[in-house]
């Protein structure tokens, strides 16, 4: 397997198919809400195996050196494989070779475990997001 950083018009296609999947069909999430004003600038990386992509995650520049992980999604028959950890992995070094001092993002609850063994810490209340409860996180990279 390997784990490629690719834009927008590059990725939108194998990301997009991975996302559908876990978030509109498995998940729930009004299609509408799946795609936004975020993606087209994202840096989105992709885990492919034997040329599928099987999973996908973005890093969003919030400003600030801030960045924001998002639409981390691993197709149903991979997870527990640590595909996630290495999309995850991979999105945490791009964030610190640009040079960002801290990353957020919006936990599903039932993956604050998953993020937190990778330093992730949750902050504040949890909250509906897309009829999903989530939690805020962050990871500080340097001060």
């Not at 509408?32 to 492919?48: G, I, M, V």
């Not at 640590?82 to 610190?96: F, H, N, P, T, W």
């Amino acid at each position: 397997m390997e784990i490629l950083i690719k834009p927008w018009k590059e990725a939108e296609l194998e990301a997009f198919l991975v996302r559908q999947e876990v978030f509109i069909r498995e998940q729930g999430v009004p299609a509408e809400l799946e795609l936004d004003k975020f993606d087209p600038s994202a840096a989105h990386a992709l885990a492919n195996l034997n040329g599928r992509c099987i999973g996908t995650g973005r890093l969003v520049d919030l400003g600030n050196r801030q960045a924001q992980i998002g639409r981390m999604a691993v197709l149903a028959q991979f997870r527990n494989q640590g595909v996630g950890r290495q999309v995850l992995e991979m999105l945490i070094d791009l964030a610190k070779s640009q040079e960002f001092e801290s990353i957020v993002l919006h936990s599903q609850v039932s993956a604050i475990p998953f993020y937190e063994k990778l330093g992730f810490q949750a902050q504040g209340p949890t909250y509906d997001e897309a009829g999903i409860a989530h939690r805020n996180m962050i990871l500080v990279l340097s001060k």
